[in-house]
């Protein structure tokens, strides 16, 4: 089982930037393929952006492309959402998502374990 915790999530204004955490339970975290997916009000949940647990494979959905970068600390079992030049759009809760499969994988159903979410909100 593998339990996740998002934070810093916060009310900003457009053009700042926010750093999301995902913190993670199990010992073996770097083995883990980690995701952020979102989810606004009224809309599906969607991918955001993907970490390979070696961090030599990222993947980000195109509307963050150059604005959101993805990393990772194994030392910490620790993932982090940097966020900049935050837009009214990106306002969500963010959710990260951890699974043990190999490659790129980007369906929600696919992930194994989910954090609670963190609410990211924007003002415009």
């Known amino acids: 089982q593998v339990h996740l915790v998002e934070s810093g999530g916060g009310l900003v204004q457009a053009g700042d930037s926010l750093r999301l955490s995902c913190a993670a339970s199990?010992?073996?975290?770097?083995?883990?393929?980690i995701a952020w997916f979102r989810q606004a009000p009224g809309k599906e949940r969607e991918f955001v952006a993907h970490?390979?647990?070696?961090?030599?494979?990222?993947m980000y959905t195109d509307s963050v492309k150059g604005r959101f970068t993805i990393s990772r600390d194994n030392a910490k079992n620790t993932v982090y959402l940097q966020m900049n030049s935050l837009k009214a759009q990106d306002t969500a809760v963010y959710y990260c998502?951890?699974?043990?499969?190999?490659?790129?994988?980007?369906?929600?159903?696919?992930?194994?374990?989910w954090g609670q979410g963190t609410q990211v909100t924007v003002s415009s």
């Open positions: 998502a951890a699974t043990l499969r190999g490659g790129i994988i980007t369906g929600r159903g696919l992930y194994d374990y």
């Open positions: 199990r010992s073996t975290f770097s083995r883990l393929n």
């Open positions: 970490i390979a647990w070696g961090g030599d494979i990222i």
